[in-house]
């Protein structure tokens, strides 16, 4: 018995030490491949920004104007208003799923850090959103639908956002309008679209 375990041993050793040097040259491989890229997205000539799909406010469709029965939630909805007020005066924009390497090669270093200011912007402005809807969403369900159908445009990637969107489509037996959401989520790959779709296909059990 000792004699047939003795290769086994043997074989599983070098499998090991065979995936061990392949992954030792696979990290080196992508830590040059990275380096190389970084290299070159530092040496990127600055583009021009001016362009881009900058995010615009709607002030006059988005339900902020709301008075709620509840003392505290209202001090809360005041706060996130007053913020997205702020905001609508900033330039934003969506750029979930780039790198900074990503940013560089694209639009230059010389961007580098104003993108970085518009991206931040865009997530406080979608939080806010976020969590204006889910204060609103038990005495105005409908306007908090809205802005999160809203979010949902301009490409959020908060989990809480589908999820509350989908626990309401579920909540009103609105499967057609629950499947869309797969839909919109903007990087499936990712960690918060990983988050997403887990979330999504629990709640798809309650249909």
Known sequence: MK???LPSITILVLVLNHN???NKRNSKQSVKTYLSRED???NTRKK???NLPYIVVPLQTLPLDITLNDEKKQSKILQYVK????????KMLNLIGLTN????EQYGPANLEILTVCDQNYSRYIRNLHLLAECIY???PDKAVVVWKYCLSIGTDISGTYAS???HYVNHQQKEAFMELYDCIPDKDSISGKTILQKLDNLLQQF
Not at 83 to 90: P, Q, R, V
Not at 101 to 104: A, I
């Open 101 to 104: 390497t990503d940013l560089k």
């Open 165 to 167: 969107l989908g626990q």
């Open 20 to 22: 061990i040097r392949k």
């Open 83 to 90: 913020d997205i007020h702020y905001l609508s005066e900033k």
């Open 48 to 50: 021009d920004i001016s």
């Open 40 to 42: 070159a997205a530092n």
């Open 138 to 140: 038990e005495e105005y």
């Open 3 to 5: 004699f047939l375990l």
